[in-house]
């Protein structure tokens, strides 16, 4: 008995927890077409069914195009969730990850859809990094476990990134999961486009009764621009604009006089 | 005169009230672009403050040109799924301009407060006050707004999508805008004020931002509206400032060719106020402060109306009750003993 306990155990910490990641690119960093297809690959997914959100919480198809799920433009606009499910009784596993997409005006909040129950066990991002933000390296991301709707207080969460990171965490007594995203990009050039983002992966997991949870939430970050961005400099040339203002005001006086 | 009379302190409320809702009022709107107001504001919010309640129309302007009209006449698809994005933008900054017409400048711009409030401080400071701008140089200031509107909102980020410049360009603009420094300061942020070493482009637009900034944190202390008179969103604003609901009117009479006090009033220096016999006096300079409507010594001879509804008219009275006030608030007289006397 205690080795089946055992076995059970590990079999649930050890489980490779599925999770979305984006197909690699064929050519380059992808073209600038907003409405072209884009892939994203389910790892560790075999037997997991997925759909796709809208932002008016409605399924819409995805294809298979070797074995990368294709996600064509829906004609909607903004946030959509990419979500995969999978059960075998005991254990019930999710992955989600939000895509932005162009098209008409959805005419809804992205909170509805970040809010939306797409599983019993769920991180959700309190809020997502929106269109004009993204996540930064060296920057926090805040987040909500939730299980069944209700925040999970003092839940662990591992976090590792595709840069070789790996963190484990715990939400506090709101369910809030604070996450920093850490400074482990290599080979950092200057520019937001010289760099190409990495992937992080949030896991959580639950038990309640005799039943499992895990679930995965995946997104980019980047290079924190301020590898490039000096804010001192930028206080610097301020006074000296100020210093400047300071000239022309006084060559204008000399000149009234 | 009691201050709830005042026009320009009721103005001056209300453009606290607005710049504290466009700087932080994510927290009642919703933190994302779809939950903005309108994507399109006819006034200088700033889509890089993360708790902006709305952001302005230059924004999707610029990001509509460099990424979707420029590719798309590159690549020759030009159909309606390309120019709908655009004509949404400007069909919506329209609906809400009509409204309030150029008062989104003179009462709701996060950026034109910010410069008042520093005139004001300059003001108490007792610091030497440049009223009115020499005529020649108002004149050679005029067209740079137009130049701001057509080069950089329209221009570079049309060529970067053309592929004719680079990506620096997309939205050059926003990358030199002080409203950007400012409401994301203001929100507690330090990632707008930066110099950018990743390419030259880059460096030489935010050294542009920064510097401009510090020249109008100095120059706003002593002159009025420095960067209002080169705004791009001003320009804007005249385009479609005859379809506005709120006008500007004047019944001239012999009285005014010796007057003037009008134009000396006008922040932004538009001496065509006093010298125009015409009816509608919304030049395109005009931020429909009011002030040319306070200082006018004469009844019914400048008027603010919305529509046919006059909201503020010229009075004699209420022009030495608000001169007074602003004599007292310049420190030239003491205030009155008596109660309800400026």
């Known amino acids: ?257 | 005169m009691p201050i709830w009379k005042n026009l320009s302190v009721i103005r001056k409320v209300v453009q606290l009230l607005t710049f504290l809702f466009l700087v932080y009022g994510s927290v009642f709107v919703g933190f994302y672009s779809a939950d903005k107001i309108s994507g399109a504001f006819p006034a200088l919010a700033c889509a890089y403050d993360a708790k902006t309640a709305d952001y302005c129309v230059l924004i999707p302007l610029q990001h509509q040109f460099g990424h979707l009209l420029g590719p798309a006449i590159s690549a020759g698809v030009f159909g309606l799924s390309v120019i709908m994005p655009t004509l949404t933008t400007l069909i919506t900054f329209v609906l809400l301009f009509v409204l309030l017409n150029k008062a989104f400048c003179g009462w709701l711009c996060p950026l034109g407060f910010f410069q008042e409030v520093l005139g004001m401080i300059g003001q108490k400071l007792r610091l030497n006050r440049t009223e009115s701008l020499d005529s020649k140089l108002v004149e050679r200031i005029r067209p740079v707004k137009w130049l701001m509107l057509g080069l950089l909102v329209i221009l570079f980020p049309l060529a970067s999508g053309l592929g004719f410049v680079g990506h620096e360009l997309g939205d050059p603009f926003c990358k030199i805008c002080p409203s950007r420094i400012l409401t994301s300061l203001a929100a507690g942020q330090l990632n707008q004020l930066y110099i950018d070493t990743s390419s030259i482009g880059f460096m030489i637009l935010s050294i542009i931002a920064d510097t401009m900034f510090g020249l109008i944190l100095v120059l706003s202390l002593t002159m009025r509206q420095p960067f209002c008179r080169i705004c791009p969103m001003l320009a804007m604003h005249a385009m479609f400032r005859k379809v506005g609901l709120v006008r500007l009117v004047k019944n001239y009479t012999s009285r005014c060719d010796k007057c003037g006090l009008c134009a000396k009033a006008c922040p932004m220096d538009i001496k065509e106020i006093h010298t125009s016999k015409e009816k509608d006096i919304l030049f395109p300079d005009c931020t429909l402060c009011g002030r040319c409507v306070e200082f006018c010594p004469d009844k019914g001879v400048m008027a603010m109306k919305y529509a046919v509804i006059p909201i503020k008219v010229s009075d004699p009275q209420y022009f030495k009750a608000r001169n007074q006030a602003q004599k007292v608030w310049e420190g030239k007289k003491k205030p009155s003993r008596k109660p309800g006397k400026a």
């Open chain 1, 1 to 257: 008995m205690g080795a089946t306990i055992f076995v059970a155990l590990f079999s649930f910490t050890a489980h490779a927890e599925m999770y979305w990641s984006p197909a690699p690119a064929k050519h380059g960093h992808g073209g600038h077409d907003r409405h072209a297809a884009k892939g994203f690959v389910l790892n560790d997914g075999e037997g997991a069914r997925f759909e796709l959100l809208n932002p008016q919480l409605s399924s819409v198809a995805v294809e298979r195009e070797h074995g990368h799920v294709m996600v064509k433009s829906t004609g909607m606009d903004n946030y959509h969730a990419l979500v995969a499910t999978r059960g075998d009784g005991r254990l019930q596993e999710s992955a989600t990850r939000y895509i932005y997409m162009f098209g008409k005006p959805s005419g809804e909040s992205p909170s509805r859809i970040m809010g939306f129950e797409k599983a019993a066990l769920e991180i959700e991002p309190s809020p997502y990094a929106r269109e004009h933000w993204r996540y930064l390296s060296a920057t926090q991301a805040r987040f909500l476990v939730r299980y069944r709707g209700a925040v999970l207080s003092n839940t662990s969460v591992m976090m590792r990134t595709t840069n070789g990171s790996n963190s484990a965490l715990k939400t506090d007594a709101d369910g809030v999961l604070t996450v920093e995203l850490p400074e482990d990009f290599f080979n950092i050039k200057p520019g937001q486009m010289e760099n190409r983002p990495g992937e992080f992966i949030l896991t959580a997991r639950h038990s309640d009764g005799g039943s499992d949870y895990i679930t995965t939430f995946s997104s980019n970050y980047h290079v924190n621009p301020e590898h490039w961005q000096s804010t001192s400099m930028g206080a610097g040339v301020v006074v000296a604009g100020m210093l400047i203002g300071g000239v022309v005001l006084v060559s204008r006086r000399r000149k009234e006089k």
